[in-house]
């Protein structure tokens, strides 16, 4: 086949991958539109009330606003995962995995509160990695800021956190550790029981441990940096390095010239580039991927693989639940190996459980190939277009107000700015999974299929 066979190819894939999307996402978003729209309204008047009272209980207790202030993301978060499965319902995402197959069903099937648990972590370290969480604070902060006057605002999310990280950081090792070992409580109190309380009680401190870990945990990491910033050992590389360019600049080479500017351009236009137009989308799409439960992803990583899914086998998967993965290990023996088996279970459980699924999930959406993420990062690209044009031309439209205004409208105009665009891109999500599924699928039938018997012409030479 020529080259221009093979772009002509990849073109009409493309363009086929696109019209897919683009013609789904309508058409589940209009069929689903007042649930859609109910469920995020919810989730914003959630968010809009949690965060005026973490700005009032602010004013005496800049941890107690933290707390409510995490309880803030949990609304919105409950909102995208019931969307998400709304939409999966819709797309009959379930329905591609096969009856004959008998696999147990997973507990974020039926449990919101587990669900929530699975994707909080993704779900705030996305909203902390594209600046959402410091820009939800700040609209914390200028509230506090509005009511009382910048003079005498209340302790503020990011004055109480990294205050305590800068002037006594072994205390605020103690506050994580202790978090931690709070959450790890709830959890299996939870496991064991089953109360949906205790669920809501574990997403609720696990996101105030998060926020925790991001606005202080951070400044404890800098610690070390400072440290050794401050060492000689610091001057004499940095010496060095100064010594390397002045022999290569006796030897009239440009190098070190060359080298900064390409550095320069990386960090300047390529990587903020690139971090927000595709790796985005995609992070996004594999998070998205965890709502659908162990099950579908389980087989889509065998579909992604080629195998049957016949060869499924409960406990075996990366997306499986941490008991039946650990009903295939062997048995433990007794004494100290037992003990350090049940310590290594208490802290790095949720490495097993939470990290490394997000991890495998992102794994399973890159193998879907590089022609059907090109066309998910380009409509996903063009929903942000358009919402990033309605924003300017309504701030234009209001612009030359007075900043009461802004404060009284800010609610409503943050409203103006999701809707309908942030449920659409959550529509987009589902069906871009489903399209996944359904290549994984393809390719899992071209791989089993028997190849065609020769034909007799060919026996015959």
Known sequence: MSTDQLVARAGSALLGDVVILVRDTLTVFVRLFPQIMAVWLLGWLGDAVALRVASI???????????????????TLVAIVVILRLCGEELGIRALIPREEGVATDDRDSSLSRLVAVTLLPFLGLYSAFGLVDQQ????????????????????????????????????????????????????LHERTGVGLLGIMTAV??????????????????????????????????????????????????????????????????????????????????????????QVLSLADLWRRGKPAAARVVGASRFDRRGDKRALRPATPPGVARVGSEVREAFLGDLDDKYLPTFHSLRLVLGAGAGFLGAFVLVYTAVVVAQDSVQRLYLTVLGGHDIDFWYRAGPLLDLVDNLPWEPLRLCLLAVAFRRCLELFQQRTARATQPSPAPAPAEVAA
């Open 57 to 75: 209980v602010g004013d005496e207790s800049g941890w107690g606003a933290v707390v409510v202030f995490s309880a803030s993301f949990l609304f």
């Open 137 to 188: 604070a700040g609209r914390l902060a200028n509230d506090q800021f509005f009511r009382n006057g910048i003079l005498q605002g209340g302790p503020s999310v990011l004055n109480s956190v990294r205050g305590l990280a800068t002037e006594h950081p072994w205390w605020m090792v103690g506050v994580l550790v202790g978090l931690y070992a709070l959450r790890r409580l709830v959890d299996h």
């Open 205 to 294: 401190v696990e996101s105030f441990f998060i926020l925790v870990v991001i606005f202080g945990g951070f400044v404890l990491l800098r610690r070390p940096r400072d440290w050794l910033a401050d060492r000689q050992l610091f001057a004499w590389f940095d010496a060095a390095g100064r010594a390397v360019e002045r022999t290569l600049a006796a030897l009239h080479l440009q190098l070190p010239e060359l080298l900064g500017r390409f550095a320069g351009f990386l960090a300047d236009p390529v990587w903020p580039m690139f971090w927000t137009v595709v790796s985005q989308p995609i992070i996004w799409l594999a998070v998205a991927a965890l709502v659908y439960g162990s």
